[in-house]
C-alpha cells in the first residue's frame, strides 16, 4: 500500500473513531469537504498544509524517519 493510501485509511479511522463526519473535519480543518474525501480515499497527493490541519484537529502528529533497510 502506497504511503498516500497509508494516510488516508489513518485519517478516516481516527476520525470515525472521534465520531466526526468529513463535513464537520473539513469545517474544522479549513479544508474542502472534496479534498478529504479524496485525501481519506487515496485520490490526492495532499499539501503538508492540510495535512497539518487535519492532524491538528484529529490529534494526530505527523513526522518523518529514516526507511529501514
Known amino acids: 500500500m502506497e504511503a498516500i493510501e497509508q494516510i488516508g485509511k489513518i485519517i478516516q479511522k481516527r ?3 472521534m465520531s466526526i463526519t468529513q463535513e464537520q473535519l473539513a ?3 479549513d479544508i474542502g469537504i472534496i479534498t478529504l474525501y479524496k485525501i481519506e480515499t487515496g485520490q490526492a ?3 503538508l498544509q492540510s495535512l497539518q490541519k487535519i492532524t491538528d484537529v484529529l490529534g ?3 513526522t518523518l524517519q529514516v526507511k529501514k533497510i
Open 15 to 17: 476520525r470515525d473513531h
Open 27 to 29: 469545517e474544522m480543518a
Open 45 to 47: 497527493n495532499p499539501t
Open 60 to 62: 494526530l502528529e505527523l
